[in-house]
């Protein structure tokens, strides 16, 4: 089993919906991440939270809204999305380990499939 | 900035044989590397990361890669595969950007174990 979890596991929406994908863990990360992966592509960076504050934003569109809550929970906002925006969606989270250590060890979620009519 | 490149998108092999996957790094700085694979409708497990010290890793499922900072390369091996090795395969490098770290994928290589 995952350390990370993420639900729904798969989520059908249409273009006028409003959802939320849901993500947690509670191994005490101070990092998470949300990743888009378009089907035989890597995965593709869209937002990090360092220390629950929005970190990294890849210049996503704005109809993706991130929240962080608290240390163990995020969540991503969807409202108005593009059938093209149809990609399995993966959480992930990892320790900070010190302000000069490159080193990312990510543990990943089993991701939420997304489909867009 | 720092990119890796996955040479070979698929590579078919037979069960109980030899595999090699092919990942090159690009760094100015101190690199740290990663291999994740991919099952079918999963999400990444990490199967072995190259942080510092001995340039042979040791990962899970029999896996281990080699760190060789004079051609840029982390390949992936194994010596016998089995036909539940059929994944998909990611290199990564991490980086960092003010207080976070981010992790970069190559383009993955899809090994697929023939009985």
């Known amino acids: 089993d995952t350390e990370v979890t993420q639900t729904p596991k798969h989520l059908v929406m249409g273009m006028t919906n409003k959802k939320s994908l849901k993500c947690e863990q509670h191994?005490?990360?101070?990092?998470m991440y949300w990743y888009k992966q378009k089907a035989k592509k890597p995965p593709e960076l869209m937002f990090v939270?360092?220390?629950?504050?929005?970190?990294i934003n890849e210049s996503v569109p704005s109809r993706f809204s991130p929240e962080c809550p608290n240390s163990s929970l995020l969540n991503l906002h969807l409202h108005a999305l593009q059938p093209e925006d149809s990609a399995l969606y993966l959480c992930?989270?990892?320790?900070?380990?010190?302000?000069?250590?490159?080193?990312?060890?990510?543990?990943f979620g089993a991701g939420s499939r997304l489909t867009v009519l | 900035a720092q990119s890796v490149t996955q040479l070979d998108s698929q590579v078919p092999v037979f069960e109980e044989a030899p595999v090699e996957l092919r990942c090159n790094y690009s760094?100015?700085?101190?690199?740290?590397l990663f291999w994740y694979v991919q099952y079918p409708n999963q999400g990444l497990q990490l199967l072995l990361k190259?942080?510092?010290?001995?340039?042979l890793v040791k990962g899970i499922n029999g896996f281990e890669a080699e760190f060789n900072k004079s051609q840029t390369s982390f390949h992936l091996r194994k010596p016998s595969v089995h036909i539940s090795d059929t994944a998909e395969y990611f290199c990564?490098?991490?980086?960092?950007?003010?207080?976070?770290?981010?992790?970069?994928f190559g383009s993955g290589t899809q090994l697929t174990v023939l009985p």
């Open positions: 992930a989270s990892s320790q900070i380990i010190g302000p000069l250590s490159g080193a990312n060890v990510l543990t």
């Open positions: 191994m005490g990360h101070r990092a």
């Open positions: 939270y360092s220390y629950e504050k929005l970190s």
């Open positions: 760094s100015s700085v101190s690199v740290y």
């Open positions: 190259y942080l510092s010290g001995s340039t």
């Open positions: 990564a490098v991490s980086s960092r950007t003010g207080s976070a770290r981010q992790l970069t």
